[in-house]
């Protein structure tokens, strides 16, 4: 336990160090996303940094590197996804200062890529446990390729859906991270608990600042890459051994931005909306159309975040 807490005192050490100056260099480079009365999801009134994503990233990379055991292989394929994402979001988020929106097609390919090359790495979802028999049911490789990508692009998404108010995409990415740790303990799984404690450490680190009112965001290059990296976590440990009952436990760890955003995805498809396209529809912004401030939505979702991942820890223990 001793290895968790120090690659948790790590991560969040070094997010907590590197934020100011990084907020400061923002100032001086116009990296700031700028107040919008035209644009609904813009709530803030002050000029707010862009660069929480360069610590978050250092702060995990450092303790994923000193303290994990995972194949070269697989880290380096971890680590390049991971900045992959975190080159276009920063290109993404230099668009969103100037007032512009970024191509999703650029976005689209550089994040399959990143799955992809985490696939090719071994870091796959495989095949499942049959409750009853016992008898481990293989995927075929094609169906294996298409669900580990699904899956890697789909939380990266998520998580990158929900960053639309402070302190929400950090506080739910904090719970369901800490939620695959415990999966990660129970299982024995080194690796992904440190992956897993790692980006708990960077997450409260950047809620110390991003907290409502934040002093700084970590924009679309920090929202993927958590997503990328809990997508990967997941893969990595929960997913593993899994039977049919228990492949709901990493699902539901991340059960507030997956349901929430299928819902949202759903709902633009069949308006003919590009998935993409950025609103206002998800729960967070409807939750403050009904009259709750900014902390109270965040307080409301993540004790919502809290309930499903205590349902995963149930069905973890249950043994199913």
């Known amino acids: ?163 639309g108010m402070d302190g929400l995409a950090g506080g739910l990415s904090a719970i369901s991270a800490g939620t695959l740790f415990v999966v990660a303990l129970v299982k024995g799984q080194n690796t992904s608990a440190i992956m897993a404690i790692s980006l708990v450490g960077v997450a409260l680190a950047y809620l110390r600042y991003n907290k409502p009112p934040a002093k700084i965001f970590m924009g679309d290059a920090g929202a993927t890459f958590l997503g990328f990296i809990l997508a990967v976590i997941a893969l990595d440990g929960a997913f593993k051994q899994a039977t049919v009952l228990s492949l709901f436990i990493p699902i539901l760890a991340l059960g507030v931005p997956i349901f929430d955003n299928l819902f949202v995805v759903m709902k633009r498809f069949m308006q003919g909306k590009p998935i993409y396209q950025a609103d206002a529809s998800q729960v967070h912004y409807r939750l403050l159309r009904t009259g709750l401030n900014p902390k109270q939505v965040v307080a409301f979702l993540c004790l919502i975040s809290v309930c499903f991942s205590l349902t995963s820890i149930i069905l973890l223990l249950l043994g199913v």
Do not use: C
């Open 1 to 163: 336990m001793i290895t968790y807490a120090i690659s948790f005192v790590l991560s969040f050490a070094i997010v907590m160090v590197l934020i100011p100056p990084l907020a400061k260099l923002a100032f001086r480079l116009d990296f700031v996303d700028k107040p919008r009365k035209d644009v609904e999801r813009k709530i803030h009134r002050e000029p707010i940094p862009l660069t929480a994503s360069y610590a978050i990233f250092v702060g995990f990379a450092a303790s994923f590197l000193l303290f994990s055991k995972e194949s070269p292989e697989q880290t380096v394929a971890v680590l390049i996804g991971s900045l992959l994402l975190l080159t276009i979001g920063t290109i993404d988020d230099w668009y969103k200062t100037q007032g512009k929106d970024f191509s999703a097609l650029p976005k689209l390919i550089v994040q399959l890529s990143a799955a992809v090359i985490v696939y090719m790495s071994g870091i796959t979802f495989s095949g499942f446990y049959n409750p009853l028999s016992g008898e481990y049911i293989l995927l075929p490789e094609w169906l294996q390729f298409v669900l580990t990508i699904l899956w890697i692009f789909g939380v990266t998404t998520v998580i990158n859906f929900s960053d």
